[in-house]
């Protein structure tokens, strides 16, 4: 692909279009940017990346693939002015929230169409995406969306009503993670510790954690009790956890994700 055109300039467009760009992926000049009225946007995004946002209509008939990247609310009227401007066969690759691909295709037209929902790390090439596609996506396009997701982390094919899942812990996981820090950060400090010392001691134990997830054979609950001794600190702690229920607030926290997700799709 020569020219992708983004559809819309919000913070997980700035995420891809970075990743992408640490990746080779694609240059700078290969990437378009356009969204609806926010013109200072487009100048930040066209100094800190060098990407073009100077969009003629040409552009739109040139694109090898667009990326639906506007807010969610915007997307049908968006996709109402985009249909008259692009191409009969150009594929799309969706990443907005609750916006099926049928409601997409209702709009531009039967044609190939991917449906994806990584996330914010995806900046630094270690996102976590879900993706879906439609049938009109050949196999060379599967593994083209495939390919393109991977180079800014970890992809995954699911079905597509799995998206709302996907939406609830991957796409809107660094935010849970990021408020842990938050906590984290804030009792450490209230313990006696700097921010600083907190923030390296607890970000390097999730990225230790994370790996050792990844490598072991043993389930999280075998993991745990490993470093859990009886009568330990830990056990103190985990004790702490159940007392203030900590699993049911977890689930509450996916679970109302999730059906926010289907509400949205519901509302478009």
Same mark, same amino acid.
């Given at each position: 692909?020569?020219?992708?055109?983004?559809?819309?300039?919000?913070?997980?467009?700035?995420?891809?279009?970075?990743?992408?760009?640490?990746?080779?992926?694609?240059?700078?000049?290969?990437?378009?940017?356009?969204?609806?009225?926010?013109?200072e946007?487009?100048?930040?995004?066209?100094?800190?990346?060098?990407?073009?946002?100077s969009?003629?209509?040409?552009?739109?008939?040139? $694109?090898? @693939?667009? *990326? =639906? #990247?506007?807010?969610?609310?915007?997307? /049908?009227?968006?996709? &109402?002015? !985009?249909?008259?401007?692009?191409?009969?066969?150009? $594929?799309? @690759?969706? *990443? =907005? #929230?609750?916006?099926?691909?049928?409601? /997409?295709?209702?709009? &531009?037209? !039967?044609?190939?169409?991917?449906?994806?929902?990584?996330?914010?790390?995806?900046?630094?090439?270690?996102?976590?995406?879900?993706?879906?596609?439609?049938?009109?996506?050949?196999?060379t396009?599967?593994?083209?969306?495939?390919?393109?997701?991977?180079?800014?982390?970890s992809?995954?094919?699911?079905?597509?009503d799995?998206?709302?899942?996907v939406?609830?812990?991957?796409?809107?996981?660094?935010?849970?993670?990021?408020?842990?820090?938050?906590?984290?950060?804030?009792?450490?400090?209230?313990?006696?510790?700097?921010?600083?010392?907190?923030?390296?001691?607890?970000?390097?134990?999730?990225?230790?954690?994370?790996?050792?997830?990844k490598?072991?054979?043993?389930?999280?609950?075998?993991?745990?009790?490993k470093?859990?001794?009886?009568?330990?600190t830990?056990?103190?702690?985990?004790?702490?956890?159940?007392?203030?229920?900590?699993?049911?607030?977890?689930?509450?926290?996916?679970?109302?994700?999730?059906?926010?997700?289907?509400?949205?799709?519901?509302?478009?």
């Amino acid at each position: 692909m020569k020219k992708i055109l983004f559809i819309g300039a919000g913070s997980m467009a700035e995420a891809l279009m970075q990743g992408w760009i640490k990746q080779n992926v694609f240059t700078p000049h290969e990437i378009y940017v356009t969204n609806r009225s926010d013109k200072e946007r487009l100048q930040f995004l066209h100094d800190t990346y060098g990407v073009q946002t100077s969009i003629e209509d040409a552009i739109y008939q040139q $694109a090898d @693939l667009i *990326i =639906l #990247a506007m807010k969610p609310k915007d997307a /049908i009227k968006a996709m &109402l002015e !985009l249909k008259n401007k692009m191409t009969e066969h150009t $594929a799309i @690759l969706s *990443i =907005l #929230a609750g916006i099926a691909i049928s409601t /997409i295709t209702e709009q &531009l037209g !039967l044609r190939p169409v991917a449906r994806v929902m990584p996330n914010t790390s995806a900046t630094i090439g270690m996102s976590a995406s879900g993706i879906a596609f439609n049938a009109q996506v050949s196999t060379t396009q599967r593994a083209m969306f495939l390919q393109l997701l991977e180079a800014v982390g970890s992809v995954i094919e699911v079905e597509e009503d799995q998206l709302h899942a996907v939406t609830a812990l991957s796409g809107s996981g660094p935010a849970y993670i990021y408020y842990l820090m938050e906590a984290f950060e804030r009792v450490g400090m209230e313990v006696g510790l700097s921010k600083d010392t907190v923030r390296l001691l607890m970000t390097q134990t999730l990225a230790g954690t994370a790996e050792m997830l990844k490598q072991s054979i043993d389930e999280p609950d075998v993991l745990r009790k490993k470093v859990t001794s009886p009568g330990g600190t830990t056990e103190a702690g985990i004790k702490a956890l159940e007392q203030y229920q900590f699993n049911a607030a977890i689930e509450a926290c996916i679970k109302e994700a999730e059906a926010r997700s289907r509400a949205l799709a519901k509302s478009k």
